[in-house]
């Protein structure tokens, strides 16, 4: 599945459209946000996740979305079931995050 490009625009209406979605808060100057990324994208295009929607928001953009899991490092990660949050983490491991994902299930 495609990574998602959301804004405080469009985030409310993503979390309402998906019911399992998983959001990597970054920005363009944080060089873990973008090793990351490799990672975000194979995780997106793994089988086993195939009823999650993967969410990039650039949190220097996006105050709003970025409020809403309470974003505190980067890269940060937010699961939310329902539009509700489940969890957020700030954490470059992709095992960690691999874990908030399956919670999703």
């Not at 999650?52 to 990660?77: H, I, W, Y």
């Amino acid at each position: 599945m495609a990574i998602i490009q959301a804004t405080d625009t469009d985030f409310q209406d993503v979390l309402q459209n998906n019911e399992r979605v998983v959001v990597k808060y970054f920005a363009d100057w944080c060089g873990n946000c973008r090793l990351f990324s490799p990672k975000f994208k194979r995780m997106a295009a793994n089988e086993e996740f195939a009823n999650v929607a993967f969410v990039d928001v650039n949190a220097e953009n996006s105050p709003e979305a970025r409020k809403l899991a309470g974003v505190t490092n980067l890269p940060f990660f937010a699961v939310f079931k329902n539009g509700e949050l489940v969890e957020g983490a700030a954490t470059s491991k992709e095992e960690y995050v691999v874990s908030m994902v399956q919670k999703l299930a």
